[in-house]
């Protein structure tokens, strides 16, 4: 059966975003500084159409993170678009026309929605039965392939929770937020189908790898 991974940045201090999110700062105050590390990496430019970059001890670790993933499941916040029904025109993600996914994605709501096709491949379907029927359409999409859970941080704690996850990376960056959503809040004592796995060093961020046990 192909694999749940989860790939999440996170500060020294437990979030995965600051306070004040909205849809002008998805990631709140001080969020996006979580992500500075990759945004320089040409591994992650050249998924998103752009050219140059960096090449450092983060750029295995990133394609790893990209490699033989099928489909990807994520929360409603991650998607964007605020809470409660979907309006008349709604919200169609951060992305653009062409998203970087290039394979489906579901995202969980509680709110039904048609399916929002765009360029590249991507496609994005809207599940509303719960955590495990999301997981169940992107094994069937992936076929084989593994499936990422791309967040946020409530959706990760979910499938957390349910023992689903097969593989964790936290991308931990040494700045502290204060405040905003934490990663592991609410999850109770223990986790023990996860064990540390690999440590990778480099610029700006520690890469740490958790396998099932």
Not at 34 to 52: Q, V
């Amino acid at each position: 059966m192909s694999k749940l991974r989860l790939t999440i940045a996170m500060s020294l201090d437990g979030f995965v975003a600051g306070p004040e999110q909205d849809v002008d700062n998805p990631l709140g105050v001080g969020g996006m500084h979580l992500h500075d590390w990759a945004f320089a990496l040409a591994a992650w430019k050249e998924p998103h159409g752009l050219e140059g970059g960096s090449v450092n001890a983060s750029t295995l670790v990133v394609e790893a993170s990209l490699a033989n993933i099928g489909a990807t499941v994520m929360g409603r916040n991650m998607f964007g678009g605020g809470t409660g029904p979907w309006p008349d025109d709604p919200w169609n993600g951060w992305w653009g026309d062409n998203p970087p996914f290039h394979h489906p994605v579901f995202v969980l709501t509680h709110h039904p929605r048609e399916p929002l096709g765009c360029d590249g491949g991507t496609t994005f379907t809207f599940v509303t039965d719960g955590i495990e029927s999301a997981l169940d359409q992107a094994r069937h999409a992936a076929a084989g392939k593994d499936v990422s859970l791309a967040g946020g941080a409530e959706a990760a704690r979910r499938y957390l929770a349910a023992g689903l996850v097969d593989e964790m990376e936290i991308n931990l960056v040494p700045i502290f937020l204060g405040d905003g959503e934490r990663l592991f809040d609410g999850l109770g004592v223990g986790n023990p189908h996860l064990a540390h796995v690999r440590t990778v060093a480099a610029p700006g961020v520690t890469h740490l790898k958790f396998a099932r046990s």
